[in-house]
């Protein structure tokens, strides 16, 4: 499992996520992009995100690929929506532009890329 976001400093928001992953930080990212605050942070009710599905991930990939700070190598399952590491698994279906996780990725074809355009 990769670790590779670095963080500035240790502080109490870390308390029990020493072993966490990478998924498990940008899940609980996501999670709280969408309005899911973790444990131990207050946020006022009305300043709380509460992006959609889409805006949130929208968030992730800035960070993933113009900022470059969280890694590009996690991404959402196009159907169980389920964040995984595509460094140990899951099929990138190019021409539909869709990630697909290793429990999903038998509903892609095997010649799921063929004819694409090099
Ligand atoms: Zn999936």
Known sequence: MNKSIVFRDKNHHQQNKQGWTDLEWIDEFYKFLKG????????????????SHKKAKTIIWYLQEHMRILPDNIEKCHNCKEFFDTHSE???????????????????????DRGKRP
């Open 90 to 112: 899951g099929i990138y279906w190019e021409t539909k532009g869709k990630n697909y996780c290793g429990g999903c990725s038998d509903l892609v074809p095997e010649n799921y």
């Open 36 to 51: 899911e605050v973790p444990e131990g942070i207050h946020i006022r009710r009305c300043n709380k995100p509460e992006l």
